[in-house]
Every structure is written in structure tokens, then in C-alpha cells.
């Protein structure tokens, strides 16, 4: 039998205070920043997560708003950042929550500002939906013509948003789907932005399996800056492939159903403090 002599505490409170010490000025330099929303709806690359209605499939009239929220916590000096976003959504049966949890660093190489980082999208309740991935993007700007953004995810569990099923013993694995989106902005006016962008799902081969084909995701539209951190946008979504994705989402018998992938206009009212 071994023994372990624990220090009183009063020993290590020297210990403490000098650990407080070298964190206080790396606290001081962070930043932290927060944002509250309510859209008409969610969509994430494409596809709508407030769908499901009482018998757990999609339809035009179960489509509903979301309120989202979430915190970014960032090092200013060292490029390194943390952060949470959270929203209601109804596509998993048992659960009504989204809560991503990352964090990255960022640097800039030339004239590119480059991110590099991991992501984890929990969905309580369902652990069905639960996914990790890795990203990495590049922005470039230029006054006259905008800014554009390319970013790369490569997801790197076995579920990929309840599609390949691993959790549920299904043998099936989501992991190397990946992502990739550019998008574009540019100022038409000095409280007016323009929005568009363009993505690609490639699904990893055990997904595509089950019938569910890599997509193209799409987004256009406008946003409006009241100022004070408020801002208006409203935008043009959807993705392609519909129809594939409308027979996995509900009896072929109801005639009331619609695809995730649906082109729909949203709107989302945004405050950032």
C-alpha cells in the first residue's frame, strides 16, 4: 500500500496566486464577444433543421423559426480563440438543441487571413446527430471588390448529423465526408452588404449508400446594418438534390412533405455585443 502526503492548503495558495499572476495579463488581452438571433428559419449547408413535425417527418407547414445565440472567446495577442453557438432545432427525435462547441487559431500569411481549427455539433438528447470535424479556410479582401472566403471541413467521427447511423449500431461510418464553401461579400452601400456563397457536400461512401447523394448548397441575399451591432439579412437558401432527400424524410405517402433542401427565403435579425 502507498501513501500520498497532500500539502496543506495554505502551502499551495503561493502556488496559486503566482499562476493568477502570469494568466492576469493574457486575461486582460481577451476578448470577448456574444451575439443573439431569430431567423424564420435554419438551414445548415443547405438544408432546414427546424423541419420535423408530432410524427417525426418533414412538411412545409413544420418548418418553423429559430432563436440562436453564442459566445466567442479570443486571445487577441496570440491568434488562439474558443467559442459556443447554440440553436433550437427540430429534425431529431428526442431533442430540440443544437450546441457547437470549438476552437482555432488564426494568423495571417500575406495577404490571406488564414483559420485553422475543430468543431463539435452536440445535439442533447440524441447523440445520433453528434459530429466532429476539422476546418480550415483562407480569407482574401479588397476594398474595390470584396471579400471571398474558402473553407474546407473534413468531418472525423463515425456519425455525420444521424445520416450514417454508427451510434445506432448500424455498422456505418460518416467519417471523410467534407465540405467545402466559398462565399463572398461586398459593401454596396455603407449600411448595405451583399451575401452569396456556394458549398459542396461530398458524402463519404457508406452515406451515399443509403441513397443520400453528395449536394450543392446555395445562399444569396442582402444584409442591413442598423448599427449598435444590429443587423437585418435576408437571403435566398437551398441545395440541390431534393428530391433524393425528400423521400428520406417522410412516408412516400404524405403528400404534405418537402425536402430539408427546399429553396426557401430567411430571415434573421441579429444583435452582437
Same mark, same amino acid.
Given at each position: 500500500?502507498?501513501?500520498?502526503?497532500?500539502?496543506?492548503?495554505?502551502?499551495?495558495?503561493?502556488?496559486?496566486?503566482?499562476? !493568477?499572476?502570469? /494568466?492576469?495579463?493574457?486575461? +486582460?488581452?481577451? =476578448?470577448? #464577444?456574444?451575439?443573439? $438571433?431569430? %431567423?424564420?428559419?435554419?438551414?445548415?449547408?443547405?438544408?432546414?433543421?427546424?423541419?420535423?413535425?408530432?410524427?417525426?417527418?418533414?412538411?412545409?407547414?413544420?418548418?418553423?423559426?429559430?432563436?440562436?445565440?453564442?459566445?466567442?472567446?479570443?486571445?487577441?495577442?496570440?491568434?488562439?480563440?474558443?467559442?459556443?453557438?447554440?440553436?433550437?432545432?427540430r429534425w431529431l427525435r428526442g431533442n430540440r438543441l443544437e450546441s457547437d462547441v470549438y476552437g482555432g487559431y488564426r494568423f495571417k500569411a500575406g495577404?490571406?487571413?488564414?483559420?485553422?481549427?475543430?468543431?463539435?455539433?452536440?445535439?442533447?438528447?440524441?447523440?445520433?446527430?453528434?459530429?466532429?470535424?476539422?476546418? !480550415?479556410?483562407? /480569407?482574401?479582401?479588397?476594398? +474595390?471588390?470584396? =471579400?471571398? #472566403?474558402?473553407?474546407? $471541413?473534413? %468531418?472525423?467521427?463515425?456519425?455525420?448529423?444521424?445520416?450514417?447511423?454508427?451510434?445506432?449500431?448500424?455498422?456505418?461510418?460518416?467519417?471523410?465526408?467534407?465540405?467545402?464553401?466559398?462565399a463572398y461579400s461586398r459593401a454596396l452601400a455603407p449600411q448595405l452588404t451583399l451575401k452569396a456563397s456556394l458549398g459542396y457536400t461530398r458524402m463519404s461512401g457508406d452515406i451515399r449508400?443509403?441513397?443520400?447523394?453528395?449536394?450543392?448548397?446555395?445562399?444569396?441575399?442582402?444584409?442591413?446594418?442598423?448599427?449598435?451591432?444590429?443587423?437585418?439579412?435576408?437571403?435566398?437558401?437551398?441545395?440541390?438534390?431534393?428530391?433524393?432527400?425528400?423521400?428520406?424524410?417522410?412516408? !412516400?405517402?404524405? /403528400?404534405?412533405?418537402?425536402?430539408?433542401?427546399?429553396?426557401?427565403?430567411?430571415?434573421?435579425?441579429?444583435?452582437?455585443?
Amino acid at each position: 500500500m502507498t501513501f500520498r502526503l497532500r500539502p496543506p492548503a495554505t502551502a499551495l495558495l503561493p502556488v496559486a496566486l503566482f499562476a !493568477a499572476c502570469l /494568466a492576469a495579463p493574457a486575461l +486582460a488581452r481577451a =476578448q470577448l #464577444t456574444g451575439n443573439l $438571433a431569430l %431567423t424564420s428559419g435554419y438551414k445548415f449547408r443547405g438544408q432546414d433543421q427546424e423541419v420535423l413535425n408530432a410524427a417525426g417527418f418533414a412538411t412545409r407547414r413544420s418548418v418553423k423559426p429559430a432563436v440562436q445565440g453564442g459566445l466567442d472567446y479570443a486571445f487577441a495577442d496570440t491568434g488562439w480563440y474558443l467559442g459556443n453557438w447554440n440553436s433550437s432545432v427540430r429534425w431529431l427525435r428526442g431533442n430540440r438543441l443544437e450546441s457547437d462547441v470549438y476552437g482555432g487559431y488564426r494568423f495571417k500569411a500575406g495577404p490571406f487571413d488564414l483559420d485553422l481549427g475543430a468543431l463539435a455539433y452536440l445535439y442533447p438528447g440524441n447523440r445520433a446527430g453528434n459530429t466532429r470535424e476539422l476546418y !480550415a479556410s483562407a /480569407a482574401w479582401s479588397d476594398e +474595390a471588390l470584396g =471579400q471571398f #472566403t474558402l473553407k474546407y $471541413a473534413h %468531418t472525423v467521427s463515425r456519425d455525420y448529423f444521424g445520416y450514417a447511423g454508427a451510434s445506432g449500431g448500424s455498422g456505418l461510418s460518416g467519417r471523410g465526408t467534407g465540405y467545402v464553401n466559398l462565399a463572398y461579400s461586398r459593401a454596396l452601400a455603407p449600411q448595405l452588404t451583399l451575401k452569396a456563397s456556394l458549398g459542396y457536400t461530398r458524402m463519404s461512401g457508406d452515406i451515399r449508400s443509403l441513397g443520400l447523394p453528395s449536394y450543392a448548397d446555395y445562399l444569396l441575399g442582402a444584409a442591413w446594418d442598423f448599427g449598435d451591432g444590429l443587423t437585418l439579412m435576408g437571403a435566398l437558401q437551398g441545395a440541390t438534390r431534393s428530391g433524393a432527400y425528400a423521400a428520406a424524410t417522410g412516408p !412516400a405517402a404524405d /403528400a404534405e412533405r418537402v425536402s430539408p433542401n427546399h429553396r426557401r427565403l430567411v430571415a434573421t435579425l441579429t444583435k452582437n455585443f
